[in-house]
């Protein structure tokens, strides 16, 4: 059972006024699910917002959304506390990305890149789970380019904005959305040249990509910690979440389906926290003043934002550079400049 005395409150996190202070942050997704909460609570915080994401129309209907839900959030504390005095609000962009496409993420930093000059945060929060096997036009398995690949990409290309930003004294944060899930990724299969592994049956080997995929951002996170020692980088595991869109997958298929729904709904009731208490990690990652690169840089967050130790293959360094170097390498290959 989750233990909600100890998720971090938002509340008690510092505002930001956009027009003294311009606290800039680029989420991937965010459109929908837990990245929706982050980019509430980042909105009432005063943050300046750039959701990447592809699809417009979804984009601008979760901008629409997120400012009523902020004046009703408002006059709700007005309601019950006259002298309450509202904080201004931040601002809310969308940059086009799809994370099927690794060449739309160096677009997207220079589309960035001509609105701010530097950045304070960067969440890596979009992710699939669970699908059938495919490769991407890019040439890696779908989940490994989704869910890692591409904000491994995208941390290469944004670098410099963040590192701008530690020579003003504020600490840039980036926060990677990984998943208790990286435990999937087993003895034998969780290195990143192995992310094309189709072993059948696909219902079991599935989880098994989805933990090389998850595994590996952690292992990048810690990797960040001593290759980019100016910036506090953090891994999270947001908890279990069966609100969001990540398990639709498994809730529509033919007869599995029926079962699937079940099991969901058990875990729900027995560990499952709601789509705002799985922001709740990911914004003490970005949010906390007390959080420090000596001691928090290359942590692992799990629900709430309560600190955990992540698996073994996740936690070796060794193989942590083996996947840094890896990925590199095969991004050269297909002409990235990193
Ligand atoms: N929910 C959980 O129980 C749970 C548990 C552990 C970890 N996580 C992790 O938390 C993160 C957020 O999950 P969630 O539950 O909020 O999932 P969700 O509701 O399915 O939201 C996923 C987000 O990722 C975006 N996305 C997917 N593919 C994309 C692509 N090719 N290009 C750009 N954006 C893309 C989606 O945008 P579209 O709407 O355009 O598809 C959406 O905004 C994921 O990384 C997930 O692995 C979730």
């Not at 677009?107 to 890596?124: C, R, T, W």
């Not at 059938?132 to 491994?152: C, L, R, W």
């Not at 004294?169 to 990724?185: C, D, E, M, Q």
């Not at 992310?195 to 989880?207: A, E, M, R, V």
Request: net charge positive.
């Amino acid at each position: 059972m989750p233990n909600r005395s100890k998720f971090f409150n938002p509340e008690t996190a510092p505002y930001y006024d956009p027009k003294i202070d311009r606290r800039v942050v680029l989420i991937t997704g965010g459109n929908t699910g837990i990245g929706w909460y982050t980019v509430l609570h980042l909105y009432l915080h005063g943050y300046i917002i750039y959701m990447a994401g592809r699809t417009e129309s979804k984009v601008l209907k979760a901008f629409e959304d997120i400012k009523k839900e902020a004046e009703l959030r408002n006059s709700k504390k007005l309601e019950k506390d006259p002298e309450f005095k509202q904080h201004p609000y931040g601002e809310l962009h969308h940059i086009y990305i799809d994370l099927l496409d690794l060449s739309t993420i160096p677009k997207a930093v220079k589309n960035f890149g001509s609105k701010e000059n530097k950045l304070d945060i960067l969440i890596g929060n979009a992710g699939i789970m669970g699908v059938p096997y495919k490769i991407t036009k890019d040439d890696y398995e779908i989940q490994y380019q989704v869910n890692f690949v591409s904000h491994f990409l995208l941390i290469l290309n944004i670098l410099p904005y963040l590192r701008k930003e530690s020579t003003t004294g504020v600490i840039p944060r980036i926060v990677l959305l990984s998943s208790i899930g990286h435990n999937f990724a087993s003895y034998k299969h969780f290195k990143p040249e192995q992310n094309k592994l189709n072993c059948f049956p696909n219902s079991i080997y599935t989880w098994v990509r989805y933990g090389i995929a998850k595994t590996s951002e952690i292992q990048i996170i810690k990797q960040l910690k001593i290759k980019e020692p100016e910036i506090l980088s953090i891994a999270i595991h947001p908890g279990i979440i069966l609100g969001t869109e990540l398990y639709n997958h498994w809730r529509e298929i033919p007869i599995i389906k029926y079962g699937a729904n079940a099991f969901f709904a058990i875990s729900d009731k027995l560990i499952g926290v709601s789509n705002e208490e799985g922001s709740l990690a990911t914004l003490k990652a970005c949010m906390d003043p007390e959080l420090t690169i000596k001691k928090d840089s290359g942590e692992y967050f799990v629900t709430g934002g309560i600190v955990d130790k992540p698996s073994k293959n996740a936690s070796n360094l060794k193989y942590g550079e083996e996947t840094w170097d890896w990925n590199l390498k095969e991004l050269q290959k297909r002409g990235f400049e990193v």
